[in-house]
Every structure is written in C-alpha cells, then in structure tokens.
C-alpha cells in the first residue's frame, strides 16, 4: 500500500522538465509573501475605515489595472520574451506594494492599487507562456499544476503568517509582500537564464491555424466568456469570503488566514497526483463543469442557517476540489489552441478574463452584500457557477 502510493507521488511528478521546477520555486517564493489582498477588505473598512462600497471600489481600482497589465504583458510578451517582462514586473511589482502600505485616502489608495494591478498583472501572461514554452506536449497540464502547486503552496504560507503579522502591524504586511517580490525576481535571475532564442514550436495538441489572433478565435473567446463569469465567483474567496468571515462568524485576522491557508495547503498536497490520475480518462469540458458546480456548492453551504467553524472548513475543501478540477484544464484549453507565435496573445486573453473578474467580483459581491446582504450574494454566486458549469459542458472545440 505504502509501496504503490510512493510510486504514485513519484509518477505525478516525474518527467517535467528542471526549468517547470525553477519557474514553479520562484512563484513559491513569490506567493509565499501573499499577505495584503487576503486581507485588503478588512484592512480598509476595520482601519482605513472605508465603506464595504469603497473598499469594493478600490479593489475595483485593482482590477482595471490587472486588465492594461495584462494587455502589456501579453503584448510584450509576444515582442521581447516572457523573461524580462517576469523580471521586472517583479521588481516594480514589490517597489509598489511598499508604497502602497503608506497611503490612507480614497483616491491615494485608489491611484496605487491601480498601478500596482498594472505592473503586478503583466507577470501572468509572461509566467503563463514561459510555463508553455518549457514544457514537453505530454506533460503541459501537469506543468502548470506544478506552477499551480508552488502558488498554493505559498498560498498555504502567505495568508497564515500575514493573518498573524496583522495583528501586530498591517504595514508590516505589505513591506513583507514587497520584499517577497523583489526576492523572487533576484532568484529568477540567478536560477534561470534568459532564452537565448525561441525554439521550435512542440505543443502537440494544435487545433487552431498557425499565427490566427486569438481575438478572431471565435470558440476561444466563447470559452473565455464562461471563464470570466466562474473566476467572478471563484474570487469571492479573496474578497468578500474574508469579509464575511470576519462580521458573520467574528473570525479573528489569525484564524480567516488558518482557513485560506487550507486551500493552498490542500491542493499543493492532492492536485498533481489527482492531475495525473484522471487526465485523459474524460473529456477535459467534463473536469470543467464539475469544478464549476464544486465552487458553486461551496457558496451555497454557507447559507445552511448554522455557521460554525466546521462547516466554515468543509466549504474550504469544497471550493478546493473545484479549484484543481477546474484550472488545470483550463490552462490546458487555451495552450492547445496557441502557438509560439501568438501564445503571448492567447496568454493575455486568458489573464485579461481573470483581470475583469477581479473588477467585478468585489465591485459587485460589495454591492449586492451592502443592499440584500450576504445570504442573497451566495444564491446569486451558486447560480452562476451552475450555468457556467453547463455552457463547459456544452462546450464544442
């Protein structure tokens, strides 16, 4: 028994190549420093003493910014190469995080969290075609659940230290945010070296005509449409979830950053082996749809009447099982149908659909949860994750 599930854990990881490896430490490191946005809403309605409105609005800043971050990144991406723009969106991304700690106003707050979206958003698509690019066709979804791994991984890390740090001080968070990026950046610099020049193109599963934009990939687009509307949901967890934590349960910073941690913690010890267990088994849009419905049950636990903190954890690990069915394969969707050309364009679509969800999905749950309340907010968000789970399913590529 022992024998076979190391054999297992062995065969889920085995075969990436040593950059994969690289690429995912370096967003360990970087994630691993993720203590702000866990806690952005309560930092700006419990101590700058915003409104549950504006501070929905400013986050609202943040997403606006992820959209032109992405368009860059893409597009230079696709001009200069995935490296420098890794590189310094890195550094400038942690110089901003530790500016942003000083401002207090609306509009100071607003301006910065704007530009930190900006330059912060332009490492996705970057990171997202290097991943592309250093991977062999056979293992391209493993390699970006790897990628997905050292996120959660540091997700694990982040929210748990930065829930204790803000007890102390909330500054103190986004100078440890900072300095996380900027260590990243000097570890990418010194573990992975430039490409010397574009390789060949090897991803094997090609289902769209060589250098087509992806803009006038009309089933690409489609897809991307659904991905918005289930990201909008998927990013409660970062905004509003911690916020209900905090007045419905009178959770303590400490313990809403425990609870986050156990989604990171949990999918960096299931998803590659559960990746390499049921790929290829079904088709990819059926992995899709149960993640979708998985997130959306998830939200709809917390309206069972009776709150307490196991039912808090159980709605965790829910939105945790939707999260590894659901994102591998979508990675896996838009790299099928890119190229080494135009896979800087795909990229930034891709990052440009989770960038508008992180607008809508504080903006909006801000809204609704400030006029009809929490309860109303989490029927809303199941609803959705169940038409987003059917047009998956009804998915034609």
């Known amino acids: 028994m022992l024998k076979s599930s190391l054999s297992l854990f062995k065969n889920a990881y085995s075969g990436l190549s040593p950059s994969v490896w690289w690429l995912s430490f370096v967003m360990l490191v970087n994630r691993a420093g993720t203590m702000v946005l866990p806690f952005l809403t309560v930092y700006l309605t419990s101590r700058l003493g ?127 945010n900072g300095l996380a990026c900027i260590s990243a950046a000097i570890l990418l610099r010194l573990c992975l070296a430039p490409p010397a020049s574009k390789r060949k193109e090897k991803i094997a599963l090609q289902i769209t005509p060589q250098g087509l934009s992806a803009y006038r990939d009309k089933v690409y687009m489609r897809f991307m449409i659904v991905v918005f509307m289930v ?28 609870v986050l941690a156990l989604n990171g913690l949990f999918i960096a010890l299931v998803e590659m082996i559960l990746v390499y267990k049921i790929e290829g088994r079904r088709p990819m849009k059926f992995y899709m749809a149960l993640g979708a419905v998985l997130i959306g049950l998830s939200y709809l636990l917390l309206n069972m009447g009776i709150l307490n903190m196991s039912l808090v954890i159980f709605s965790m690990l829910i939105i945790t099982f939707g999260e590894m069915f659901l994102f591998p394969f979508i990675n896996t969707f838009w790299v099928s149908r890119s190229n080494a050309q135009n896979r800087g364009q795909y990229a930034a679509v891709f990052t440009i659909a989770f960038a508008a969800a992180n607008v809508v999905a504080p903006t909006l749950g801000a809204q609704v949860v400030n006029y009809f309340g929490f309860e109303v907010w989490w029927y809303i968000v199941f609803l959705l994750c169940i038409v987003c789970a059917i047009s998956f399913y009804r998915l034609k590529y």
């Open 50 to 176: 915003f409104s549950i409105v504006e501070a929905g609005l400013i986050l609202g800043f943040f997403g606006v910014g992820s959209i032109i971050g992405a368009l860059l990144g893409g597009r230079l991406t696709d001009q200069i190469g995935f490296y420098y723009v890794m590189f310094f969106s890195l550094i400038l991304n942690g110089i901003f995080f530790m500016i942003l700690g000083q401002m207090t106003g609306f509009w100071q707050f607003g301006i910065f969290i704007f530009i930190l979206g900006t330059v912060g958003e332009g490492f996705r698509p970057a990171n997202a075609a290097a991943i592309a690019e250093y991977s062999k066709p056979e293992n391209i979804t493993r390699s970006y659940s790897l990628n997905r791994l050292a996120i959660n991984l540091g997700w694990s890390v982040g929210p748990a230290a930065g829930g204790i740090i803000a007890g102390y001080s909330y500054q103190l968070l986004f100078i440890f």
């Open 231 to 258: 990201a909008v949901c998927f990013l409660q967890l970062f905004s509003i979830l911690p916020l209900f934590y905090k007045e419905k349960m009178g959770m303590s910073e400490s313990n809403i950053g425990i």
